[in-house]
């Protein structure tokens, strides 16, 4: 892949997807044990503080996906998005997204100065969509008129 088709930090902005980044680990944030809503399991989520020299920001890591990051190391981050969590701009791997360790073809330096992540970001409500729709018949009990 060409350097061209990969992403600066800078200009990440809300709900982008399909993103290729080269970045740089600065810090890993503690790990949290979280349950899911949908299955009941018990889930480990931690942040980390990746970036390059246009700025840095928060990327969210799950599970197995926490062990594979080190500070000071260089990742190539492909088909990841961004997402909003608490008012705060997030970097997200995915089901489809990888994370590979860079072999040492980019020097890459963390501007922790311009931080993506600390800025207020206004999260937009989902429009509400019923599960079902009441009005057709084979939801309907009774008689059909």
Partial sequence: MSES????????KPN???INIIVKCDSLGDERE???RRTGETLRVADALV???????????????????????????????????????????????S???DNGEHEVNVNTENNLS????E?????????????RGEYRRGRRY
């Fill in 99 to 101: 994370v590979e360790e």
């Fill in 16 to 18: 982008l997807k399909n």
């Fill in 34 to 36: 979280v349950v899911s």
């Fill in 123 to 135: 999260q937009q409500r989902r429009p509400y969509k019923p599960r079902f729709q009441q009005d």
């Fill in 118 to 121: 600390d800025r207020f970001y």
């Fill in 51 to 97: 970036g390059d020299e246009t700025g840095c920001i928060y990327l969210t890591l799950w599970n197995d996906e926490i062990d594979k990051l080190t500070p000071g190391q260089v990742y190539v981050l492909r088909n990841v998005y961004t997402t909003i969590y608490r008012n705060s701009l997030r970097l997200n791997i995915g089901r489809y997204g």
């Fill in 5 to 12: 088709s990969f992403s600066k930090v800078s200009d990440l």
